[in-house]
T-cell receptor
Framework: EAQVTQNPRYLITVTGKKLTVTCSQNMNHEYMSWYRQDPGLGLRQIYYSMNVEVTDKGDVPEGYKVSRKEKRNFPLILESPSPNQTSLYFC?????????????FGSGTQLSVL | GESVGLHLPTLSVQEGDNSIINCAYSNSASDYFIWYKQESGKGPQFIIDIRSNMDKRQGQRVTVLLNKTVKHLSLQIAATQPGDSAVYFCAENFSGNQFYFGTGTSLTVIP
């Protein structure tokens, strides 16, 4: 089944403790992206990647890192999480880099930073 | 019923009625638009898309209308069912590499 898989589904951590949220897609998509969703604000893009070893900042990149060493994986790294990073995170992918293709989303990761 | 996604975030309709959800997008250069459905606890799901060279596109029970003059997008759901209860939001693409998302409208279907 074609899908975007995120792990973990739920994560509670403390301020300053490094964490990684994994994202994997099995559709051979070139484009991958991370979003955070907060009440009243809609989805905001954190980072995106147009292909392997090509990443770029979205609208809210501060406090996050990403890597794209393989086409299928796009992990989101929080080196020193803070409470304002408590949010619902979604990974998404689409077929081509030049995006006029629909995005496929994972099921989300609910992160709480205490 | 009708709503503007950014200013009236909730919409309630009777089962079997048609629903109209509206979205005002921001950039006149946007050339690709998508409507997503997000059920509680799930990721957004693609419903229908439309490119800027069209003003209407139909899917199964859904129709998207695009009015570029006033930068307005609408989603019409025919014969609304309880399974249609969800948050619906629009997304626009104008920079090639990024989508920009609306805040969404929460649709509740009353049996």
């Amino acid at each position: 089944e074609a899908q975007v898989t995120q792990n973990p589904r739920y994560l509670i951590t403390v301020t300053g403790k490094k964490l990684t949220v994994t994202c994997s897609q099995n559709m051979n998509h070139e484009y991958m992206s991370w979003y955070r969703q907060d009440p009243g604000l809609g989805l905001r893009q954190i980072y995106y990647s147009m292909n392997v070893e090509v990443t770029d900042k979205g609208d809210v990149p501060e406090g996050y890192k990403v890597s794209r060493k393989e086409k299928r994986n796009f992990p989101l790294i929080l080196e020193s999480p803070s409470p304002n990073q408590t949010s619902l995170y979604f990974c998404a992918s689409s077929l081509r880099s030049l995006i006029n293709e629909k995005l496929f989303f994972g099921s989300g990761t609910q992160l709480s930073v205490l | 019923g009708e709503s503007v996604g950014l200013h009236l975030p909730t919409l309630s309709v009777q089962e079997g009625d048609n629903s109209i959800i509206n979205c005002a997008y921001s950039n006149s250069a946007s050339d690709y638009f998508i409507w997503y459905k997000q059920e509680s606890g799930k990721g957004p799901q693609f419903i229908i898309d439309i490119r800027s060279n069209m003003d209407k596109r139909q899917g199964q029970r859904v129709t998207v209308l695009l009015n570029k003059t006033v930068k307005h997008l609408s989603l019409q759901i025919a014969a609304t069912q309880p399974g249609d209860s969800a948050v619906y939001f629009c997304a626009e693409n104008f920079s090639g590499n990024q989508f920009y998302f609306g805040t969404g409208t929460s649709l509740t279907v009353i049996p």
